[in-house]
C-alpha cells in the first residue's frame, strides 16, 4: 500500500497515470476498497495537493497529461472505470459521503429525516452520522459532480473552458451515458451493476440524477445562499445542451426500457431546471456574469436548436411538435420573462453588452408561432403562471426605461457635435482632459450602436404586448395615472415614491429633478467593466481613513465655486444619510481604479523612465497645465 500511495506524488501525471494503470488490475478487492477514496481525493485535489489539475490542463498546451488523464478516466475501458466495475462485484464495498458536501436543500430535507427519492438509489442514508453509503459508481459520480461546485482551493478556471479536461470529461461521460439517437447502455442487465436498487434503475439513470441533484439543485434557503460563478453556469448550460439533445432526438432503438429511462430524465430534468433559473433570477447580483444564466435559460426554451439534424427556428410547420413542451414549460417562459424585463428595468440597459442580451430575448419571443401559442396558452392557464403578456406591467415599465434612456443618449450625441467659436475651443481642451481623466470609455460610434439598438428593443416590445406607439410616458400622463412622484416627510425632504423612483430610474422625470437627491454613498455603486475591483476596494478603504483627516478642505472644494473647484469637485462626493440633512463628504478616488487611469499613468512611467525625467515632475506639469485650461475656460465663460 506504501508503494501505491507513493505513485500518487509521481509526476508527470502522464507517468501517474501509467503506473496506476498497471498496479490497480492487480489489487484484491479489498486492498482496492482501501485505496479508492484515497485515488480520488488524489485525483480532484481534496487531499492537499494540486491534483490532477482537471480545470487547467489544455489540449494545445498539455497535450500528453491530457491525454493520458483522460484515457485513464474515460467510461469506456479507461482503467479507473474498471476498478469501479470490480468492486461493483463485492457486495460489502461500500463507501461514505458526507451531508455536508450536498446542496443546500437536500441537506435541510435530510436533516429533517425527510430523503429525497433520489437517495434511494444509495446503498443506505445514516441520518445520525450524516453520511451516505453508497456504491463505487455512485461514490465517483458524486466527487465528479462536487468537483465543479466546490472546488479546491486555488482551483482558476480559464478562458477558453471549451478545451479544459473537466470539460471534455463532462461531454465524453454524456455522451456515453446519455446518447442521442443511440442505445442507453443496459447496465442493469448484469447482476453486478445497481444491485441495491431496482432492476429497472439503469446507471444511466443515476449519472443523470446525480447531476441534477448536485448542479441543478444548487439552491440556497434563508439561512444559506449559493451564488454560482460564470464557469459554473456555462458548464451547467453543456448540461442543458444536452439533455434537449437526449430527450428529443429520437432513438434508433424504440423499446420500453429506452422510453422509461428518457420520460423519467426528461420529467425530473424539467422540474429540477426550472427550479434552478426560478432561484438564480431572483438571486443573482447585477453584475455582467448574470449573461452565462440568460443564455442557460435561452438554452432551455428552445430545444429545438439542439435536436434536428439541421437546427433551426420554431416555424409554422414544426410548432405542433413542441406544443407539449411549451404548455408544460409554460412557466419558464412566461414567469422567468417577467423576472428578465424587470431585471432589465433595474440594471444600466445603456450598456452595450446588456442591449444585446435584451435584443437576443425579444428576438426568441417575437417569433409569431411561439408568441401566438405563449398567449394562447397563458389564457387557458392561470396555476402558478405570471401573465406577462396579459397583464404587460413588466413590458411597460421596463419601456419607460428604454425610452428614458433613448432621451439621454439623443442629448449626449447632440452634445457631442462640435461646434465653432473660442469658447466652445477652450471648453472643448478643458473637457477632452476632464474626460480623460475622470470618465468611462465612450466613443460616439458606440453610443450610436446602442442608440439604434434602444429604439429596435423599443419597437419589439410595443409589437410583442401590443402597446401602441402613441402611448405617453411623460412625467403628467404617468402622474396623473399613479399619484404624485415624491412626497414630503417630517424634516420636509422630499421623499420619491415607488413610480418616481422607477422614472428617476428611467429618466423620464424632467420636473424638480434638481431637488431630489440620493441618500446612498456614491462610492458604493456597483464595480463596472472598466474598473479594476481589487484597487476600487482597496481605495474606498483608503478614502474612509483619508475623509476624515481632510474634512475641512474637502468642504472647502465641495462648496466654493472657481475653475480650480471646478477640477477638484469630481473628487468630492456627499453622502446623504436619513438621520441628517447635511451630508458628509467623502474623498473620491474611485476614478482612479478605472483602467484608463491605469494605462495613462503607466504610459508616463514609461515615457518619463525612456527619456530620464522624473515622473513626478510630469504630473506636476500636467497638474499645472489642467488647472491652467480650467481657469482659461472659466474666464472665456464669464466673458
Request: glycine share 4%; net charge positive.
Amino acid at each position: 500500500m506504501d508503494s501505491a500511495l507513493a505513485i500518487l506524488k509521481q509526476e508527470p501525471l502522464s507517468v501517474r497515470c501509467q503506473s496506476l494503470t498497471e498496479l490497480l488490475p492487480t489489487f484484491p478487492i479489498r486492498q482496492l476498497h482501501m485505496y479508492l477514496p484515497q485515488l480520488l481525493s488524489n485525483i480532484f485535489g481534496y487531499d492537499s495537493t494540486p491534483g490532477w489539475r482537471l480545470s487547467s490542463l489544455h489540449s494545445n498546451f498539455h497535450p500528453t497529461d491530457f491525454k493520458a488523464i483522460r484515457a485513464f478516466l474515460k467510461p469506456n475501458g479507461g482503467c479507473l472505470f474498471k476498478a469501479l466495475q470490480c468492486l461493483e462485484s463485492d457486495n460489502s464495498s461500500h463507501f461514505l459521503f458526507p451531508f455536508n458536501a450536498l446542496p443546500p436543500n437536500s441537506v435541510a430535507l435530510l436533516n429533517e429525516r425527510a430523503v429525497p427519492a433520489l437517495y434511494r438509489m444509495f446503498v443506505k442514508v445514516d441520518i445520525d452520522s450524516k453520511e451516505l453509503s453508497m456504491t463505487a459508481y455512485h461514490y465517483y459520480f458524486m466527487y465528479f459532480t462536487y468537483f465543479l461546485i466546490h472546488p479546491p482551493p486555488g482551483v482558476v478556471w480559464p478562458a477558453s473552458l471549451a478545451e479544459v479536461l473537466y470539460t471534455q470529461l463532462v461531454e465524453d461521460y454524456l455522451h456515453y451515458f446519455l446518447p442521442p439517437g443511440n442505445s442507453i447502455p443496459n447496465f442493469s442487465a448484469a447482476p453486478q451493476i445497481n444491485r441495491f436498487v431496482p432492476n429497472t434503475y439503469s446507471l444511466s439513470q443515476a449519472f443523470a440524477e446525480i447531476l441534477f441533484e448536485m448542479w441543478l439543485n444548487q439552491r440556497g434557503n434563508d439561512t444559506n445562499k449559493v451564488v454560482l460563478s460564470i464557469d459554473q453556469v456555462r458548464i451547467i448550460r453543456m448540461l442543458v445542451k444536452h439533455t434537449h439533445r437526449f430527450v428529443y432526438t429520437p432513438h434508433l432503438v424504440k423499446d420500453r426500457y429506452t422510453e422509461d429511462i428518457t420520460n423519467y430524465i426528461s420529467s425530473s430534468f424539467q422540474s429540477n431546471t426550472f427550479q434552478f433559473l426560478n432561484y438564480h433570477f431572483t438571486t443573482w447580483p447585477l453584475i455582467s456574469s448574470f449573461r452565462g444564466l440568460l443564455e442557460t435559460w435561452l438554452s432551455y426554451i428552445q430545444p429545438w436548436r439542439y435536436t434536428s439534424i439541421v437546427p433551426g427556428p420554431l416555424t409554422d410547420s414544426n410548432i405542433s411538435e413542441w406544443q407539449n413542451f411549451v404548455r408544460d414549460n409554460l412557466p419558464a417562459y412566461c414567469n422567468l420573462l417577467d423576472r428578465c424585463l424587470r431585471r432589465m428595468s433595474h440594471s444600466l440597459i445603456c450598456s452595450g453588452k446588456n442591449v444585446t442580451l435584451l435584443s437576443r430575448v425579444l428576438k426568441i419571443y417575437s417569433a409569431p408561432p411561439l408568441l401566438r401559442l405563449i398567449c394562447e396558452l397563458e389564457r387557458g392557464n392561470t396555476h402558478n403562471i405570471v401573465n406577462v403578456f396579459t397583464e404587460g406591467d413588466a413590458a411597460q415599465e421596463l419601456l419607460d426605461k428604454l425610452s428614458g434612456e433613448i432621451m439621454h443618449l439623443e442629448k449626449q450625441l447632440s452634445k457631442n457635435t462640435p461646434s465653432s467659436g473660442q469658447n466652445s475651443a477652450a471648453s472643448g481642451l478643458f473637457g477632452w482632459i476632464s474626460e480623460g481623466l475622470w470618465s468611462q470609455p465612450d466613443q460616439q460610434d458606440a453610443q450610436q450602436k446602442t442608440l439604434d439598438a434602444l429604439r429596435s428593443s423599443v419597437s419589439q416590445l410595443q409589437t410583442m404586448f401590443y402597446i401602441s406607439p402613441n402611448t405617453e410616458t411623460t412625467c403628467m400622463s404617468t402622474s396623473e395615472k399613479f399619484g404624485p412622484d415624491y412626497t414630503i416627510d417630517a424634516l420636509h425632504r422630499r421623499r420619491l415614491t415607488p413610480q418616481g423612483r422607477q422614472r428617476m430610474i428611467a429618466g423620464t422625470l424632467k420636473r424638480d429633478v434638481k431637488d431630489v437627491t440620493a441618500e446612498c454613498n456614491p462610492a458604493l455603486r456597483p464595480i463596472c467593466s472598466y474598473e479594476n475591483p481589487h484597487l476600487v476596494r482597496y481605495l474606498y478603504k483608503l478614502s474612509l481613513s483619508l475623509s476624515g483627516k481632510v474634512s475641512k478642505q474637502l468642504r472647502m472644494v465641495h462648496g466654493s465655486k472657481g475653475p480650480i473647484q471646478s477640477v477638484l469637485k469630481p473628487l468630492v462626493v456627499q453622502v446623504k444619510e436619513d438621520i441628517s440633512e447635511d451630508g458628509a463628504l467623502l474623498l473620491n478616488l474611485r476614478p482612479v481604479a478605472s483602467y484608463r487611469f491605469i494605462f495613462y499613468s503607466a504610459l508616463i512611467f514609461f515615457l518619463s523612465y525612456l527619456s530620464g525625467i522624473n515622473p513626478l515632475l510630469i504630473f506636476t506639469y500636467l497638474g499645472l497645465g489642467i488647472a491652467a485650461c480650467a481657469f482659461a475656460s472659466s474666464i472665456v465663460t464669464s466673458s
